[in-house]
């Protein structure tokens, strides 16, 4: 939708740019950017970038009973591996299943890490979103300048930052789809420089197919990439941005070919917009563009302090089941117990 916006306002300006999309992964690259833009695409698909020897290992823990129905956790596998990859200076980005998991493989490598070498332990951080933006841009310099050995992250890393040549990823966790396991493999064996892949498989029955059957996950075709255009809360939230950039008329149905009316009738009962002679203009008493939360359909953000100064923040659904009174927040493996959780101001202490 935000695409489809942009595109409005240049015509408006007698402007017809001309659009690249990119994707390394995704199975219908056309399909999914007519549907982003409403424009028409030539598919370029053959690949040049340089890529080094990149060896895929499926891990699967070992049984630690007589009767070989549990494994090792898989939890303590990933960290003794990161472990063992930062002791031999394998430069290694772990990627979690959890904001949590993020935390505790940390801290629990940290510790580990602490008995051979405190300098060791220094070079290791975690990554994931709640972070404030310049503390996530230091931690990606600082991989990116290897001042880090390792870093343990959820999917927060897989996508959008430059950070492809590493030594070595691990993944804690089959992530759900062949997309996203390529896309976190890929964040390594980038400008011919060889890496190292593990998959850490967990005990659920997908993770143990694979283990059973790696060739299945190797020959499988990746997922194709879903936009649903029918949605009308997100439809009509960026319907209602439009009208506040230029004034809505008929024929901008072709940029909004789904729920355009819909939208505009709804919008109109909400006194949000108005008809003049120009078209649907906005007439809300808010901003829209701080209304619509591009990321999330959350609009509530709560701010997480420590001793005046802004530790973090986490939408409220999540403040709700990690920032709430007594709750311990882990942040940057260091443990937090959380005091005071103010719904009025959204501010957690």
Not at 50 to 73: A, E, H, L, Y
Not at 110 to 121: I, W
Request: with cysteine; net charge neutral; charged share 25%.
């Amino acid at each position: 939708m935000l695409f489809r916006r942009l595109l409005r306002i240049c015509e408006y300006y007698n402007s017809n740019p001309t659009l690249i999309i990119s994707s390394a992964t995704i199975a219908n690259p056309e399909e999914h950017a007519i549907k982003l833009t409403g424009k028409n695409f030539d598919i370029i698909s053959k690949d040049g970038s340089p890529k080094g020897k990149k060896t895929f290992i499926f891990w699967n823990p070992p049984f630690i009973d007589s009767t070989k129905t549990t494994r090792r956790s898989t939890h303590q596998e990933t960290k003794d591996l990161l472990v063992k990859n930062i002791e031999n200076d394998l430069q290694t980005l772990c990627f979690t299943t959890s904001r949590q998991m993020a935390e505790l493989i940390t801290r629990w490598a940290k510790e580990d890490l602490n008995k051979r070498s405190s300098a060791l332990s220094a070079k290791l951080t975690a990554y994931r979103a709640g972070y404030l933006p310049n503390e996530r841009r230091d931690i990606e310099n600082k991989l990116r300048t290897k001042q880090l050995i390792g870093v343990v992250s959820t999917n927060a890393l897989e996508l959008g930052i430059d950070i492809g040549t590493l030594d070595s990823i691990i993944i804690s966790g089959y992530p759900g789809s062949v997309i996203s396991t390529w896309q976190q493999a890929g964040r390594a064996g980038r400008n011919e420089k060889e890496a190292l892949v593990t998959l850490i498989a967990f005990q659920n029955p997908l993770d143990q197919y694979f283990m059973n059957h790696p060739q299945d996950f190797f020959d499988r075709k990746n997922e194709q990439a879903i936009i649903d255009l029918h949605n009308p809360y997100i439809t009509s939230g960026h319907i209602m941005c439009a009208s506040s950039e230029l004034p809505l008329k008929p024929d901008d149905v072709q940029y909004f070919p789904d729920l355009f009316l819909q939208s505009i009738s709804y919008l109109e009962k909400q006194n949000l917009v108005v008809k003049t002679n120009r078209g649907y203009v906005y007439t809300g008493l808010a901003k829209p563009t701080d209304v619509i939360n591009l990321k999330s359909i959350f609009q509530n953000t709560v701010t997480v302090t420590y001793n005046g100064k802004i530790l973090e923040t986490l939408s409220l659904n999540k403040a709700y089941d990690e920032a709430h009174r007594g709750a311990v927040l882990l942040h940057q493996a260091e443990t937090y117990l959380v005091e005071e959780f103010n719904l009025e101001t959204l501010i957690a202490k």
